[in-house]
């Protein structure tokens, strides 16, 4: 399962397709974030 699947919506960039830009809001809270990057984590160890 990948990021999108999990609801993470992430886009690469870069000359290569190698750079991950991540952009929550503004106004994310603590909370939030860390569930974002649990689901970050999640997403990498599946590879």
Known sequence: MNAA???????SVGLFGNVIR???PLV??????MH????FESA????
């Open 5 to 11: 699947e999990r609801g993470l919506l992430m886009g």
């Open 22 to 24: 991540v952009a929550p």
């Open 28 to 33: 994310i809270n603590e909370e939030e974030a």
């Open 36 to 39: 974002s990057l649990d689901l």
């Open 44 to 47: 990498l160890l599946a590879l």
